[in-house]
């Protein structure tokens, strides 16, 4: 584990400083994001509430302007709640006691446009604003005891965010990114309503050309 | 640009393999006793402070696809005694089967190649498992007028049937009562048959005598 992160970050390195200039239109971008996910509403409330130190994102992102870019995302993320033994009630007059396990995997795969308002101020730190829409793939796992059903589902998912992109020099066109965004799944299966979740991530970005 | 190309996909590649071995394994993170369930069933027409006495038969069926021998292990016998402990906590009084007890009780051993069991099928050949003449009912036939769902079943259950044998003869027909299934590793240790039994109790509060 602790190889392929390293192997991970020299790879994040090597492109980091190999990389000259400040981002311009035309410019293409890889970012690549951990990503700490906590679920929001039905999702916290229903499913899982502890919250998931266990993603991450890749995005590729070309420049149309100073201000904007567009580009594509994908994911993964998973999902895990181990709940105390309890009764369920499982039939008319059926009761099983069991300890309740869900487990999710999500991979989104989105379209993405970011929004810098200071893009043509030339200043090194960026602020962005970001929505994305897509897909996200869901993979649901639930178990009483080790007796588990799963159901696996694509989902139109949709997000929102904001962050900043901090260079890693003046003149660098590689730097670290940090933010925030509220992804929203619908997910209907069973009645659960939604996969709702407010993320924080932190990452590195370098440009490709 | 071409170091870039591959030192990108080498980030996807790392990043990808790094993921999936962060996902958490539901499976590798319960305890023996954690991966157990306990399902009971009953009919709910039935007052179970009505019925005084019981019987626990002396072996215990072991049922494989729809065919069944009798057996007594070390681990069939604590199951029997468990039984026979909490029933008797809950103040039924043990007799011998040939003095009319209210209620008999089987216990059976369970598996199956196919991994499913609907019990629907199990009440349909339970008259194979369980000779109704054990309980004094030769020409008799059972019926449980409740039912699980279809549980997939390879590794083997342990299941603890109530019988009504106070009403049969006005029923013609030996009535399941209660059902109590124990699922999960370690079920068929003597050393757990207490408190499996217990716990199938525990979630049954309803059954006590009215004396």
Not at chain 1, 178 to 195: E, I, M
Not at chain 2, 40 to 47: A, I
Not at chain 2, 150 to 166: C, F, H, N, P, R
Request: proline fraction near 3%; include cysteine; charge should be neutral.
């Amino acid at each position: 584990m602790k190889r392929k992160l390293k192997i991970i970050i020299a790879t994040l390195v090597l492109g980091a400083v190999s990389a000259t200039g400040r981002a311009q239109k035309g410019d293409v971008k890889f970012n690549l994001d951990y990503n700490y996910s906590m679920p929001m509403g039905n999702f916290k409330n229903n499913i899982i509430s502890n919250a998931s130190p266990r993603g991450g994102t890749g995005e590729i992102m070309y420049s149309l302007s100073n201000k904007v870019a567009i580009g594509g995302l994908a994911g993964y993320q998973d999902y895990y709640q181990k709940y105390p033994r309890a009764l369920y009630k499982t039939g008319p007059n059926e009761t099983t006691s069991a300890v309740l396990t869900n487990s999710i995997q999500s991979i989104p795969v989105m379209a993405k446009v970011n929004y810098m308002p200071l893009g043509s101020s030339g200043a090194p730190v960026q602020p962005y604003l970001s929505g994305a829409a897509g897909f996200t793939f869901i993979g649901f796992k639930q178990y009483l005891g080790e007796f588990g059903s799963s159901d696996n589902a694509v989902s139109f998912a949709a997000k929102a965010g904001a962050g900043v992109f901090i260079p890693f020099g003046k003149l660098s066109a590689a730097g670290v990114s940090v933010g925030a965004d509220y992804n929203y799944v619908p997910y209907n299966k069973n009645g659960f309503g939604s996969l709702n979740s407010l993320n924080v991530h932190a990452g590195v970005y370098f440009p490709l050309r | 640009m071409k170091m870039k190309s591959s030192a990108l996909i080498t980030a996807l590649l790392g990043g990808a393999v790094w993921l999936s071995g962060c996902s958490k394994d539901a499976l590798n993170n319960l305890s023996q006793d954690e991966t157990r369930i306990y399902i009971t069933d009953r009919d709910s027409s039935v007052n179970f402070s009505n019925y005084k006495t019981f019987s626990v038969s002396d072996s215990v069926a072991v049922i494989h696809d729809q065919q069944s021998n009798m057996e007594l292990t070390a681990s069939d016998s604590a199951y029997i005694v468990a039984v026979k402990k909490y029933m008797q906590q809950r103040g039924y009084v043990l007799v011998n089967r040939n003095q009319n007890p209210d209620i008999g009780i089987n216990v059976s051993r369970v598996y199956s190649t196919t991994g499913v069991i609907n019990y629907y099928d199990y009440s349909d050949y339970y008259g194979g498992y369980y000779d109704p003449y054990y309980w004094g009912y030769y020409d008799y036939g059972y019926y449980m007028p409740y039912a699980y769902d279809v549980y997939q079943i390879t590794e083997g259950a342990m299941s603890v049937d109530m019988l009504d044998l106070k009403d049969a003869s006005g029923n013609k027909t030996i009535n399941f009562i209660w059902t109590g299934l124990i699922r999960g590793e370690g079920i068929f240790s003597a050393g757990n048959a207490d408190s499996q039994v217990k716990a199938l109790f525990d979630q049954s509060s309803y059954l006590k005598t009215g004396e």
